[in-house]
Every structure is written in C-alpha cells, then in structure tokens.
C-alpha cells in the first residue's frame, strides 16, 4: 500500500530531504516506489518498495505516481507500462536529485524490453539504455509524456510510437531528451535504420526541446503521420538525415537547430547527413499521406549535404503547399536546397530565407520545374547561376556573427546587415524565441 495522504508524506520529511518531491502528488493519489533493493511481492512504500516497473504499473491506478529511486536496474522480463486515463496519467518519474538507470542488457526476451500501452502516462527524468529493441516502444499507446529522459544504445529507435491504423497513436509529447548512439541495427552503416525518435502512422505528435546525435539513423523521423510538430531540438551527426518527414501532413518543423560537423563516424557515403528531408518512401501498408500543407520555418542549417532535400522515391507524388520560410542555411557540402522532378508539386513557397554558401558550391536544384515560387530570400555566394531570384531578394552578406559555427547564437546578424530589418532569416536565433537545449 503506497503513501496516499499528505500528513504521511509530511511525518517523512522529517526523516529524509528525498521525500520533500513526494509533496508533487496529490491528496487525492497514491504514491509507489521502486528501488534496486525492492520485491515485487512488497506494498510499494518508500520503506518497502516494488523491484520492478511492471508491478508498480498493475498497482497504480490513474492518478497515482511511481517513483523509480536511484541505482542501475537490470530488469530481465518485459516492463509493461500500463497508462491510466487521458484525465489522470501515471506518472513514472524520479525523485528530485535522483536519477535511475533502466540497463536493458540482460533482457532476452522477444519483445521490446520496455514497452507503454494504453492512455495516460508520463514518464520523467528516468535514463534507459542498451535495449536489443527500442529503448522505449508505445505501441497503440495515447496522451504519452516523455520527459527530461535519456535514451542510449537502443538497436531500433531509441523512442518509439506507432500502431497499424491511423487515430489510436496519438496526443504524443518528447521533451527535453537526449538520444544517443541509437539504431546500432545500423552500426555497421550497411542495412536498414530507424530514427531515434519516431512517429509511425501516428498523429497529434509534438516532439520539441530535444537533443538528438551520434545515432546511426535519422535523427527524428515521423511517417504517415499527421498534425506532427517538430520544434526547437538540436539535432547534429546522426546518420542520413536530420529531420525526416515520410508521407506525412499536416506538420511543422519550426526552430531547430540542425548541423553536422567533422565527425565522419556518422556520415554515409562520405558526406555528412541532410539537414531536412521529405519524401513518400513509406509503402501502401502503412497509410502514406501526401506531403501536403507542411511548414518548414525558422530553422538553422548548418554544414549539412544538403540544407532541404526533396526525394520522389517509394510512392513518389511530389509536395504540395510546403510552406519554406524564414529559415537560415549556411553552408552545405551539396546543394543548399533541392527536389527531385514530380509533374505533381504544387502550391510551394520559399520565402524570407537566408542563403549563405561558401564560394564556388552548388546553392539550388530542381527549381526549373512548375509548383515552387521564391521571393525576399537573401542570397550570399556559392554558384551565382544557381540562385533563384524573386521579388524582394537581397543579395548580400547577412553577416552573421560567426558563419559556419555551431553555436546557435553565431547566427544572430550583426548591426550592419542589411538583412536585419527585413524579417529574413530565421527567429530562432533572437535572444527570446527559444532556449534550445
């Protein structure tokens, strides 16, 4: 039996400063602890806790909270993390100045070791690590809150979130995490990948605040998905692609900061990853939408292959109202931005973009085709032929504090530009728009 009145929690205090976080609880809920010392056949009190995450799970009813106490756990049968409603989640959390390590490899069974399923559940400050799975797999699962986690060396996706029909996974929150070194599926750089977080046939998804890199696949992927916003995570040295939006609509990726540097561990065929990708590669099984009324703005793309890319491979279609604006690119090994041809692209904007290339690169490709119109962008080296000029161009240096940096506020534009009052460029890089981690 857990903790469930505030004067229990209070005569504790006097105790312990740890259980000062347990006043984050409600009257109404109980709270549950597991620790590394714990059984399952205990009540689950601080001073009798649980030894698994699934038994606190069966015991938790919705509102209640679970906290998971500092050690490594060694789990070696499947955590099933059961939600409780959209109203009142479980929260798995850890206590304040505390952080618990979920080591996931001595599991060997046949299923993701740590798996989330139904509604109504978050999950806080927890660091799971070295799944033969993905690190954390929701399957069919909704109203998800995955925060201030660390997710590293899972073989899939680090964070996983699908079903096999569209409007059961949805309403799904990443905050603040940091993935590292997942899709070792891929370690080898010679097979299929997966990103470290995604989003599968899935909708109502906010991915934001995150720290992505060093992951064998794509940074953050989401296919056949919906209503999708990915916003203000940093995202560097994954594998192929930054950001990867596949047959999915309806969606922004607003204020990232997206980058490659000279780690050639993560590159593929010699070049760093894209910074930005969108095609239609996901198969009729899965419920493809049309990359249609996407927004792609106020990001900054730095030394990637290329800042934008288009492919029409799979189910190919093309794009139709992509909305490219406000972005900041500096600096690409290929071109700056391109799309593969499609007699279906239709309705895209590029406007209010900083183009920054080093001298003699490619800037554009594949613009010579109907369904893209440019104006107000700023164009600054690289191949003057390539450039696409329309109505309100500024051709000059932005000047940039330090261009080619990978720090986020070197892209701020010094007093002089010419840029500076014009609304071009991307706002991420404003002292108030946003703290990227």
């Known amino acids: 039996m857990g903790i ?6 209070r005569s504790k205090i006097a105790i312990s400063t740890f259980t000062a976080s347990c006043l984050l609880a409600t009257a109404s809920s109980t709270t549950y602890y597991v620790a590394t010392n714990g059984r399952d056949t205990n009540r689950g009190t601080i001073g009798s806790p649980f030894a698994t995450l ?30 409780g409603t959209a109203a009142k989640p479980k929260v798995i959390t850890s206590p304040i100045g505390e952080r618990p390590i979920i080591d ?28 033969k799975d993905h690190g954390l797999s929701f399957w069919g699962a909704s109203d998800v809150t995955i925060e201030s986690c660390t997710i590293r060396n899972a073989y899939y996706s680090g964070i996983y979130f699908a079903y096999s029909s569209p409007n059961v996974a949805k309403n799904v929150t990443v905050k ?39 992951n064998y696949g794509e940074g953050i992927g989401v296919r056949s998905s919906s209503n999708c916003t990915i916003t203000s995570n940093k995202v560097y040295d994954c594998y192929s692609v930054g950001i990867y939006v596949d047959a999915s609509s ?13 780690n050639i561990g993560f ?26 009324n996407l927004t792609i703005s106020n990001n900054i793309l730095v030394n ?45 904007t590029f406007s209010k973009n900083i183009f920054y290339q080093y001298a003699a690169r490619n800037v554009a490709y594949g613009f010579n085709q109907s369904g893209f119109s440019f104006s107000n962008n700023c164009w600054y080296g690289g191949l003057l032929s390539q450039r696409i000029a329309g109505s309100g ?3 000059a240096d932005p000047q940039f504090v330090k261009a080619g940096s990978i720090v986020l506020t070197d892209y701020q534009l010094k007093s002089g530009s010419q840029v500076l009052s014009s609304g071009i460029g991307s706002k991420a890089v404003s002292s108030n728009y946003l703290a990227l981690p």
């Not at 996931?104 to 070295?130: H, Q, V």
């Not at 990726?253 to 997206?258: C, E, H, K, S």
């Not at 590159?267 to 249609?292: F, H, N, Q, W």
């Not at 290929?334 to 041809?341: F, G, N, R």
Request: charged letters at 10%.
């Open 54 to 83: 699934d038994r606190a799970s069966i015991v938790a009813s919705p509102g209640d909270t679970i906290y998971v106490r500092r050690g490594i756990y060694y789990f070696t049968s499947a955590q099933v993390l059961r939600g």
């Open 267 to 292: 590159y593929r065929d010699g070049s760093p990853m894209m910074g930005i990708c969108l095609a239609r590669e996901a198969p009729t099984t899965v419920y493809p939408k049309p990359l249609s």
């Open 176 to 214: 603040g995490c940091t993935l590292i070194g997942n899709s070792r599926v891929n370690a080898s750089r010679n097979t299929t990948w997966n990103p470290a977080i995604t989003a599968d046939i899935a909708s109502n998804v906010i991915f934001t605040n995150n720290t992505v890199y060093n």
């Open 4 to 9: 469930n009145n505030l004067s229990t929690i």
């Open 304 to 348: 990637n292959k290329y800042a934008f890319y288009y492919g029409n491979w799979g189910l190919a279609g093309g794009m139709q109202s992509v909305n490219f604006t406000n972005n900041t690119i500096c600096g690409t090994t290929s071109y700056q931005i391109s799309v593969e041809p499609s007699s279906s692209h239709s309705g895209n």
């Open 250 to 262: 309806d969606s922004t990726v607003d204020g990232n900061f997206v980058y490659a540097t000279s």
């Open 393 to 395: 161009d500024i051709i």
């Open 104 to 131: 996931c490899s001595r599991f060997t069974g046949s299923t993701p070791p740590i798996m989330g399923t139904g509604a109504g559940l978050t999950i806080k400050g927890i660091e799971f690590r070295n799944s």
